[in-house]
């Protein structure tokens, strides 16, 4: 979900991982030549899944590292299957209330330029959530932890699923 704290938890497990970090939508900013928000307004949600599509795939097939998506992602099937069967998906589950506390002043959002964010937020939650589920391989409660506290609790699934080694 927007807000959750994809780009901010990624770059640090990338860093405790050593691999490299990749957020997708500032890949696809600088495929478009613009921003998100503006490629939004202009050409519409469907033309820009397109893309975030393309350059979600071409993330899947290159080395190993993590990507930050974009909250909506989820959204299109083939999307879901190919980020699932690329690697290990991490769901970083928040409340919409936590999520527009965290988003309340954000004007870069398109999907939450909206007169009432909180019921946005609610809406995109109760129709994500499931996706969300379906395309993860681990859910992780964002709540108020730390971002040391979320990504040792994300090494730590990582580790007790047999897909990074365990620690001495």
């Not at 299957?81 to 690329?86: D, G, K, Q, S, V």
């Not at 939650?125 to 932890?145: K, M």
Request: glycine content about 8%.
């Amino acid at each position: 979900m927007p807000g959750s704290g994809k780009s901010t938890v990624g770059r640090q497990l990338a860093r405790r991982l050593g691999l490299p970090f990749y957020d997708s939508d500032h890949l696809i900013e600088q495929r478009l030549g613009c921003s998100i928000r503006e490629y939004f307004a202009r050409e519409g949600e469907a033309a820009f899944r397109e893309v975030e599509e393309q350059v979600l795939r071409e993330l899947a097939v290159g080395p190993s590292a993590v990507v930050a998506t974009g909250g909506g992602a989820v959204v299109r099937p083939a999307t879901r299957e190919a980020l699932r069967a690329a690697g290990q998906v991490i769901y970083l589950r928040s409340s919409p209330e936590e999520l527009y506390r965290r988003v309340r002043h954000d004007t870069q959002r398109p999907l939450l330029q909206v007169a009432d964010p909180l019921a946005r937020l609610r809406a995109l939650h109760a129709e994500r959530d499931p996706l969300y589920r379906e395309a993860s391989h681990f859910q992780i409660e964002t709540g108020r932890p730390s971002v040391p506290t979320l990504v040792n609790m994300i090494v730590m699934q990582l580790e007790l699923a047999g897909v990074l080694p365990l620690r001495a």
